[in-house]
T-cell receptor
Framework: DAGVTQSPTHLIKTRGQHVTLRCSPI?????VSWYQQVLGQGPQFIFQ???????GRGNFPDRFSARQFPNYSSELNVNALLLGDSALYLC??????????????FGEGSRLTVL | GESVGLHLPTLSVQEGDNSIINCAYS??????FIWYKQESGKGPQFIID?????DKRQGQRVTVLLNKTVKHLSLQIAATQPGDSAVYFC????????FGTGTRLTIIP
């Protein structure tokens, strides 16, 4: 069975640009969460979606947005990129909709570099 | 505010020995804790979890201990193997999941 898949795996952008990252959860999982992992630190919670509705939001500016589609895949969008947005963006899926509980299955991430 | 911290950022252990990775948390309202393993170039992988009504839970070669009095969590890995080399994160749940900084475990052959 396929795990959580994310695309692209690596990308380079310049300041001020916009980026869209994509995630497909494990088949049957209805909850998708997004995390930002800056080098040398633990992942930080950005969003959780369940059944296409936002269920939680971390302490990130409005430049960050996300959505979940009817097939439960998800996109994370970041506008007006800053150098500090350079990080590994992780998507995680789970069966349960309760915020961040249950076993989270992480993808391998999209590494974003902002120049 | 809430925080999750680790006592040591790096840990080197001889292959076959036991490893203990420690974690301190500050939010007494946390009711669920999880340990993750993250290998280079990969996403975090669930290892074991524990709820606040327990003080010990065992898995395959791993044991998690929770001391709520001093807000301390530890992960014990028995008979470490080269494949155990990774960064280990503890995470606590309140209204969200908060990860610690991580401990890099290196297994010495």
């Amino acid at each position: 069975d396929a795990g959580v898949t994310q695309s692209p795996t690596h990308l380079i952008k310049t300041r001020g640009q916009h980026v869209t990252l994509r995630c497909s959860p494990i088949s049957g999982h209805k909850s998708v969460s997004w995390y930002q992992q800056v080098l040398g630190q633990g992942p930080q919670f950005i969003f959780q979606y369940y059944e296409k509705e936002e269920r939680g939001r971390g302490n990130f500016p409005d430049r960050f947005s996300a959505r979940q589609f009817p097939n439960y895949s998800s996109e994370l969008n970041v506008n007006a990129l800053l150098l500090g947005d350079s990080a590994l963006y992780l998507c995680a899926s789970s069966l349960k909709g309760e915020l961040n509980t249950g076993e989270l299955f992480f993808g391998e991430g999209s590494r974003l570099t902002v120049l | 505010g809430e925080s999750v911290g680790l006592h040591l950022p790096t840990l080197s252990v001889q292959e076959g020995d036991n490893s203990i990775i420690n974690c301190a948390y500050s939010n007494s309202a946390s009711d669920y804790f999880i340990w993750y393993k993250q290998e280079s170039g990969k996403g975090p992988q669930f290892i074991i979890d524990i709820r606040s009504n327990m003080d010990k839970r065992q898995g395959q070669r791993v044991t998690v201990l929770l001391n709520k009095t001093v807000k301390h969590l530890s992960l014990q890995i028995a008979a470490t193997q080269p494949g155990d080399s990774a960064v280990y994160f503890c995470a606590e749940k309140t209204e969200k999941l908060t990860f610690g900084t991580g401990t890099r475990l290196t297994i010495i052959p």
